[in-house]
């Protein structure tokens, strides 16, 4: 099996994380094989699954700074994006005992690795924190939906960390480790770090860990026409992105993305 790259973005945030969505539900019928999608998003804020914006977002901040708040389908924290900031998801079909075990526990050494090949010693903290020198310089969610593993993740390369901060919110009363909320990027550690160097280490990491050859594609109209779906019905939806519970609309999409592949 071969590892299919995709450097994939919209400027779009909303339709951005549609297409996350739309990767995975296609991946899980068969039409594309194993994929890593690397790509960058403009200024906006992520929402985990579970999370409610007004706990996690300073919401008269992003108000005056015109900042875009989307939900993504899996859980874990909420994140700040901009063009300083790398994203990658990996998509993959795995038969494995324990599947979050195995996405955070081996498939996440993929970043580490590409780390790890700019000389720098990140390492693993809290299950899903990648640090360098103390410093919180990635974070991910992963999770198994419609048959596929999936793992998403974040890298600050070169962010607006003061904007970050006035975005969202640290909580004053905690029993997590502070490493969640000291962050920096990796241009404090190496010098002259491009996205795109980060992005082609990424690439090689992931088909090292996974076993697979890499080859370079570009999306299948079967996931742009489900990712226009999932924008259209969902993640355009004010009721999606910031009301909790999310009103997600399954049952009208599942039955719409079926006619799409069949």
């Not at 996974?210 to 370079?216: K, M, N, Q, T, W």
């Amino acid at each position: 099996m071969s590892l299919r790259i995709l450097s994939y973005e919209s400027a779009n945030p909303y339709f951005n994380l549609a297409f996350e969505e739309a990767l995975a539900r296609v991946r899980g019928v068969d039409i594309v094989d194993d994929t890593l999608r690397i790509w960058v998003n403009k200024n906006s804020i992520v929402l985990g699954r579970f999370r409610k914006a007004e706990k996690d977002v300073n919401m008269e901040n992003a108000k005056k700074f015109k900042i875009p708040i989307v939900r993504r389908f899996t859980g874990g924290g909420t994140v700040y994006h901009d063009e300083g900031c790398l994203n990658y998801s990996l998509a993959v079909k795995r038969d494995v005992k324990y599947p979050v075990d195995y996405l955070y526990g081996e498939l996440l050494k993929g970043t580490l690795l590409a780390l790890k090949e700019l000389g720098l010693k990140p390492y693993l903290r809290n299950t899903n924190d990648i640090v360098v020198n103390e410093k919180k310089v990635s974070g991910s969610a992963a999770g198994l939906r419609w048959g596929v593993l999936i793992l998403h993740g974040s890298i600050l390369v070169n962010s607006d960390l003061v904007k970050l901060y006035s975005l969202l919110k640290i909580p004053k009363k905690h029993n997590f480790d502070p490493v969640k909320y000291r962050v920096a990027n990796l241009s404090a550690f190496v010098n002259n770090i491009e996205i795109e160097e980060l992005a082609e280490l990424l690439a090689k990491s992931y088909s090292r860990v996974l076993g697979e050859d890499l080859y370079f594609d570009t999306p299948v109209l079967e996931e742009l026409k489900v990712t226009r779906l999932l924008y259209n019905e969902k993640y355009s939806k004010e009721g999606w992105n910031l009301k909790y519970p999310p009103e997600d609309r399954e049952k009208r999409i599942k039955e719409k993305i079926k006619e799409i592949l069949g």
